[in-house]
């Protein structure tokens, strides 16, 4: 399995950017895929995921401005991102969850940079 993220980075506090994640494979195989982050210095934290069914949860850093969405035909997953702050300044990761049987699989991709600043 393969994850290859793009679409980051230097944009403006208050400016929009949407990054993509494309699936070497077919992301209903997945369980769950989403987005996390990690600025310098930081741990690892989670934005965004969505499930199966559709189903997302955000973080309460980014509810009302992130919005998360897959299409399994393209094989992507978007995270639109609006209102920016400089504190959204991070990597961002693609990450995807796999069950088989009952072992957890998870899949990274090699993350993009996302800069907020004037």
């Known amino acids: 399995v393969q994850l290859q993220a793009s679409g980051g980075g230097l944009v403006q506090p208050g400016g929009s950017l949407r990054l993509a994640c494309a699936a070497s494979?077919?992301?209903?195989?997945?369980?769950?895929m989403g987005w996390y982050r990690q600025a310098p210095g930081k741990q690892r934290e989670l934005v965004a995921t969505?499930?199966?069914?559709?189903?997302?949860n955000e973080a309460d850093s980014v509810k009302g401005r992130f919005t998360i969405s897959r299409d399994n035909a393209k094989n992507t997953v978007d995270l639109q991102m609006a209102s920016l702050k400089p504190e959204d300044t991070a990597v961002y990761y693609c990450?995807?969850?796999?069950?088989?049987?009952?072992?957890?699989?998870?899949?990274w991709g090699q993350g993009t940079l996302v800069t907020v600043s004037s």
């Open positions: 990450n995807a969850l796999q069950f088989i049987g009952s072992t957890p699989y998870q899949y």
């Open positions: 494979g077919a992301i209903f195989s997945f369980n769950r």
């Open positions: 969505i499930g199966i069914s559709g189903s997302t």
